[in-house]
């Protein structure tokens, strides 16, 4: 995001600043400068926390059109008070040095859509850490993050319930997100700390038979389980171990499906992921989902395993547009592994580029095991449902359509909860 110039009022202190940005943006507002934005308000006549109403996105864009439509059911069904997007944002006492915090009221929206968390919060980098390119500076204005905000929705906000969020919520998962994207060096004490694990009661019936449970699985941590390889020693087998090592076999045969492979297998971990997993289970839509590769450097590996995709940093340029892509064939994907980071293995993937995110320290047991001078790929359970064509620029799958798809050696996805990282594949490759 580039840097913001603006007025005089920019290199004001504390509540000088703040009044001559409020005015500003008022007038912004009046004057339609801000599409879809139709109020700015001081609750309390408090000048460190404004609301600000939207009632409609851009009509000529895909979400924009499915985002009014919405609303207009909603103001029907519920009253004119609910078929709005409510956001607050607040002021610490150290703005503008500090970034302020951005948070949806009501109503209640699908978790992960577009910069929204699950507990409402606007996350963004902008307003997670302060130096470099993405970062926060005292140039950057509440007009400029909302502009940001509103012009991303590449899909609708689909809310899912006509109550709001509470403020604890929001900021318990801004600084999970932030966490998880690196923004900030250290986890918050909520992800690191054992949690109540009774949260998760109702959800472990839904996780698969051989997953095993542990205390830092349920205090939210990615875990990792290595597989047993046919053929390996080992204790004897237990009824656990017995599904570990039906479960290997199955990604050895996907592995070697597609001749003339060029990957041995040296390791094969389970990736463990409450959250993510919950997300793929409550997905309201039940699509036809396989199992799909996908390849990238192992620092961007190890952030999708513990944050998920996340299709808003995929660049537009890709054959089939801005999405998540998946290869049918070990050989296909297993071509754009590296060893180290390598930006053009990265950038038309559907993740962060890895060298601008630092991995957070872990508790010991919740990295994955890479294999000296080798590889890694992803196979990934991918919720394709009806899949269309693609080209360069789509951000969205064809009407009638859940992805695209290329020849059957390729899926793309456009949204990050359409696919779960299952396993963890370590690999030396025989040649390339």
């Given at each position: 995001m580039q840097r913001e110039e603006g007025p005089?009022?920019?290199a004001l202190p504390g509540d000088e600043r703040l009044e001559k940005e409020f005015g500003a943006l008022t007038r912004d507002v009046k004057a339609g400068k801000l599409p879809g934005v139709t109020k700015v308000l001081l609750p309390d006549d408090d000048l460190r926390c404004w609301r600000i109403k939207v009632e409609w996105l851009d009509p000529l864009t895909q979400a924009g059109m499915q985002f009014n439509t919405d609303m207009e059911r909603t103001r029907l069904e519920h009253g004119p008070g609910q078929a709005s997007?409510?956001?607050?944002v607040s002021f610490g006492e150290a703005y503008p040095a500090e970034p302020f915090s951005m948070r949806i009221v009501?109503?209640?929206v699908k978790p992960f859509t577009v910069h929204?968390?699950?507990g409402g919060s606007v996350c963004l980098e902008a307003l997670a850490s302060r130096g470099g390119e993405d970062g926060w500076d005292p140039s950057r204005t509440v007009g400029g993050i909302l502009q940001q905000l509103l012009r991303d929705f590449v899909a609708p906000p689909e809310p899912s319930r006509g109550d709001g969020y509470s403020l604890r919520e929001a900021q318990d998962s801004f600084r999970r997100a932030a966490w998880k994207r690196g923004w900030v060096p250290t986890p918050p004490p909520a992800v690191v700390e054992p949690q109540d694990a009774l949260s998760w009661l109702a959800f472990l019936p839904e996780l698969p038979p051989s997953w095993e449970l542990s205390e830092t699985l349920l205090a939210g941590q990615t875990t990792y389980v290595e597989l047993p390889l046919p053929g390996q020693p080992g204790p004897p087998c237990s009824p656990r171990q017995a599904m570990?090592?039906?479960?290997?076999?199955?990604?050895?045969r996907l592995v070697n499906a597609a001749p003339p492979g060029n990957a041995q297998v040296v390791r094969i971990e389970r990736v463990q992921n409450l959250e993510l997993r919950r997300e793929e289970v409550e997905r309201e839509s039940k699509l036809r989902d396989v199992q799909l590769f996908h390849g990238s450097s192992r620092e961007a590996l190890e952030l999708i395993c513990?944050?998920?995709?996340?299709v808003r940093?995929?660049?537009?340029?890709?054959?089939?547009?801005?999405?998540?892509?998946?290869?049918?064939?070990?050989?296909t994907s297993s071509s754009y592994c590296c060893k180290m980071f390598d930006r053009s293995a990265v950038n038309a993937l559907g993740h962060r580029p890895a060298e601008l995110l630092p991995a957070p320290v872990a508790p010991e047991g919740t990295a994955p095991r890479f294999h000296p001078g080798g590889f890694s790929m992803l196979l990934c359970r991918v919720a394709v449902g009806r899949a269309g064509s693609g080209q360069p620029g789509a951000r969205a799958?064809?009407?009638?359509?859940?992805s695209a798809a290329s020849h059957n050696t390729m899926h793309v996805v456009y949204r990050s909860d359409q696919a779960y990282p299952e396993y963890l594949i370590h690999f030396k490759r025989t040649w390339f």
């Open positions: 005089f009022w920019l997007l409510q956001l607050e009501r109503p209640r929204v968390t699950e570990a090592l039906a479960d290997a076999e199955h990604v050895l513990r944050a998920g995709f996340d940093l995929a660049k537009p340029n890709g054959s089939l547009g801005a999405g998540l892509y998946f290869g049918t064939s070990s050989v799958p064809q009407p009638g359509c859940h």
